[in-house]
């Protein structure tokens, strides 16, 4: 993670990408990223496999929804990985164990 | 990382979540919480910064993307960061460091 | 609709809101509100009713959707009625009744 | 509206996709629909125009999501229109003319 964050802020200082990547503008582009991840499977039912072009597809989206959190993160210096460990935490105190029968979400 | 999909895994398999989190209701729920975070940006304007409120709640959402993202992609064997590694050198190709004024997005 | 449109520019205008409405902002409002209409179906197995709490809050992100798609193409000066003929129109052209078979999304 | 509703319905049955119309995947692909609308202003500064193309893709986001917005409130025998109109009279009690400084989100 910390690799990618350096390769990141140097891939958008060579391009001078910078005065693009508001936190807004981040957040965008994330959202605009996972939806391309949902229209793989927005007509998939229970069972049904992806296809091989879908399956690099899927790759490719991982990848980009990764790569704009972890730019949005990073203006925030915070680390995506360390928000999901503390989030965890918090989502096992919010549902314990034996109490979860209605509560499907995190 | 690898901790955090083994917590992961733990996590909802205690919870005996399984039957919920196909792959495509793990996208719905990726789309669902990176609205949230595209809800505290919303009707920023340029240079206007964070409440503290707001910042608290960026911190969660950030953890909740992450989360839900790596349950995606492990639901196929894929790490997330390994995924970003190999989209940031396809864009790097896609985007030559001297020829990327007119296409902002990666 | 026409109706709809007058009375969201004079909500928007007794509100001194105009500031905050520019497209790229209704574009987001509305990407959020799509969320949470997403959110109530998020968990959802083929054949699960709606409770009636979700049912109402169904009614409400029906409105909220409609209501920034409506300003958002006011902007324009479109109408999304108009928009959606023309684009079912074309969708004829391009999905033509008898083969239909792998193309599920317009 | 109601001619619109009318010819989706056949459009839909001529195709025989109601299978694939349940709420859940027209929430889904209404929400993909929002996201290539919000890409179009994704990269925009404030004053910045559309394209002569962008501006035809608008058109057609515009028309697809209010395509789908009144497939799925068929689903529920809802009109988005009416529902509009319902939430906008919530919406003037919630934020009364004088008192609308902090909030400006519907």
Chains 1, 2, 3, 4 share one sequence.
Not at 26 to 43: G, H, N, P, R, T
Not at 78 to 105: Q, V, Y
Request: net charge neutral; charged share 30%; aromatic share 8%.
């Amino acid at each position: 993670m910390k690799q990618l964050k350096a390769d990141l802020r140097q891939f958008t200082k060579d391009r001078n990408w910078e005065q693009f990547h508001s936190p807004k503008n981040l957040a965008m582009a994330l959202s605009v990223e996972v939806a391309e991840l949902v229209e793989i499977f927005q007509w998939k039912t229970g069972d049904e496999k992806l296809t091989s072009s879908e399956y690099l597809n899927l790759r490719d989206e991982i990848g980009d929804i990764q790569i704009y959190l972890t730019m949005l993160a990073d203006k925030f210096n915070l680390c995506p990985i360390e928000m999901a460990k503390a989030k965890l935490e918090k989502n096992k105190i919010k549902h314990p164990i034996d109490d979860n029968k209605f509560n499907k979400s995190i």
